[in-house]
């Protein structure tokens, strides 16, 4: 279950951007999520209006990320009065890029706005511009001037810049596929400590897309950006770990690292923790705690534990189950906070 997502947001001003013993399960067998999918950013994605509507909306979008322009690093705070617009690919539960509007402004005032910072030379505004123009928000869609402004961002070593352009090439959006184009790109980005471009190029290494598969590398990209927070670098490198892939197997570190991700919500992590709790693998056997975290997987829209369930509440005691039921439940985020990318035009 090992997948490839950006994930990035540093908030700011201007524009803010802000089989087992004892019962009968399925054996473990969960394949491996798929790279960053969802539909290119040609397609149309709705705008939604509040941000009360995000959680029902079920978008499925292409994947290209903002990025913060300078100021300061305040927690950015929703405002449920502005507008809202956001990607979010469903398949992976994984990362979205959204923009929010203060009351008052528009979507093109945002596009305005980013294009004079961008004339200006400022990398961060031009990565937003061209995002605008993949999309089509506040313009009609034009690949090639967004192509434009992410190589003239990356030129100035934007790493959001190149770890988009990765993606591009990678899925052939407005370009032709070119994966020695978008490893090119996505090493760039990593070196410049891009954590999304390292899951990206751990990702291609791991099962040989546009190189020879080479788990070792994989194993050291995944490593790089978990040890730097990624949640789905840690899930990818804690999968090596339980598989033996490129690394000595390790229950111990497979559970460490699932652990760490699960915690920041990635229900892959989950579902693999759950497992290795209901086995008693690198822990103490305990199906409670198995069901609770699998269930808080399906709860965030991840089914792939659904066949657990099941069987580990058939083995469960009324209480426990109510249990795990409320820990599932507090393992959800708050309402409106799955946008892993926003910004604000104030």
Known sequence: MRSSVFSYLHP??????????????????????????????????PVIRTISEKSSAGVSCGMLTLVALSGTDSAPVLDPTGNHYENRDRKTMSVASGLVLAPGKTIRDARKSFEAAARRGNSDAEVNLAILYFYGWGTPKNFGT???????????????????????????????????EALRYFRKAAELGDTGAMVDLGYMNDYGVGTSPDHSAAAEWYRRGAERGDPLAQNNLADLYLRGEGVPQSDDLAFAWFQKA??????????????????????????????????????AGDRRGQPYLAALEAQLRPDQIASAKQRAKELQPPPGAHASEIAFVQ
């Open 12 to 45: 700011r001003n201007l524009a803010i951007l802000l089989s087992l013993i004892g019962i009968s399960l399925p054996p473990m067998s969960l394949a491996q999520d798929a790279p960053r999918g969802g539909a290119s950013p040609g397609t149309d994605c």
């Open 146 to 180: 967004g192509l434009y402004w992410l190589k003239s961002a990356a030129d100035q070593g934007n790493s959001r810049a190149s770890a988009n352009l990765g993606l591009i090439y990678w899925k052939g959006w407005g370009v032709r596929t070119d994966y020695a």
């Open 262 to 299: 699960a915690l920041q919500g990635n229900t892959g992590a989950r579902v693999k923790l759950g497992f290795l709790y209901a086995n008693g693998r690198a822990t103490r056997k305990d199906l409670e705690t198995a069901y609770a975290w699998i269930l808080a997987a399906a709860i």
